[in-house]
């Protein structure tokens, strides 16, 4: 079997220690351990800033280092989905210490204290993970104070074992979010990311990419009868969820954003370019 290496390390001249016997490589190394310390930080398929953009790492993700060039790159897996790419070097720090809450927010401020009057440090997405440290509060807010520093209004972090009750509602926060292919943040999202930080907030595993979502994510349906609301509806290379058994929830290039449409509208149109449903998938949720 042909090894996918969007989700294997490996090429010529390096892989993954793991994968020694089942490819060939002039060297095999093991993953040094990392975590993502930038906001977001975009994961390419070559080293160049120009290059494609595959997906996004978010703050506190885990990742294995395999390689650092002098360019500033680095040559990373994504513990989480398991995508392979290239990182900024400048975005990577230390894999200690461990997150221990998630942003449960669109998006975020982090602002330098306790204070939201004082100009933020920046911004942080859904999904990231931060380690709380302390907490303190204003006659304005509540804070948690997080490491390495900042402070982030309580009520939009979560324990770091928070489970979303609907995935659903989740993804219906992103609605009007610019489409960006690679995207997985309220600052630009896709198909698949919508449906990977939505899963991923009510505590179910999905890959990154539409087709192996297709593949891989709850149990298929025969067809688009008697659909509700979390199914999810996939063509080729495109995804989208069900909102209730006729409306369709999708980042998508027609709207440039994510939209609600009527199902058969989305059926009929991208039909007309000739790509029919290729799949029904029915999510085991609670």
Not at 26 to 41: E, H, L, N, Y
Not at 170 to 180: D, I, S, T
Not at 242 to 248: F, K, P, Q, S, V
């Amino acid at each position: 079997m042909t090894l996918n290496p969007r989700l294997n390390a490996f090429r010529d001249d390096l892989a993954d220690a793991r994968l020694e016997g089942q490819v060939a490589a002039a060297r095999f190394v093991a993953g040094r351990p990392a975590r993502v310390t930038a906001a977001v930080a975009p994961l390419r398929r070559q080293p160049r800033a120009d290059a494609p953009l595959d997906t996004e790492a978010l703050h506190g993700e885990a990742v294995s280092v395999f390689e650092e060039d002098r360019e500033g790159w680095a040559w990373v897996q994504l513990a989480a989905d398991g995508y392979v790419g290239y990182l900024p070097t400048g975005a990577l720090g230390q894999a200690d210490p461990v997150p221990t809450h998630v942003v449960i927010a669109p998006r975020t401020l982090v602002f330098p204290g306790p204070d939201i009057k004082r100009p933020p440090l920046g911004d942080v997405p859904m999904g990231a993970a931060v380690r709380v440290i302390g907490e303190a509060e204003d006659h304005n807010a509540r804070y948690a104070l997080v490491e390495a520093a900042g402070a982030i209004v309580i009520q939009h972090l979560a324990p770091i074992c928070h489970r979303s009750p609907d995935y659903v509602a989740v993804a219906e926060r992103f609605l009007g979010v610019p489409y960006l292919w690679g995207g997985k943040t309220a600052s630009g999202i896709d198909c698949s990311g919508l449906v990977q930080i939505a899963c991923a907030m009510a505590g179910i595993a999905a890959p990154r990419d539409s087709s192996v979502q297709e593949r891989e994510v709850g149990t298929r349906l025969a067809g688009v009868e008697a659909l509700q609301r979390g199914d999810l509806v996939f063509w080729p290379g495109h995804v989208g969820i069900m909102l209730d058994g006729e409306r369709l929830l999708h980042a998508n290039a027609h709207h440039m954003m994510t939209a609600i449409e009527p199902l058969a509208e989305a059926i009929a149109r991208i039909a007309a370019k000739g790509a029919p449903v290729t799949g029904v998938r029915r999510l085991a949720v609670g």
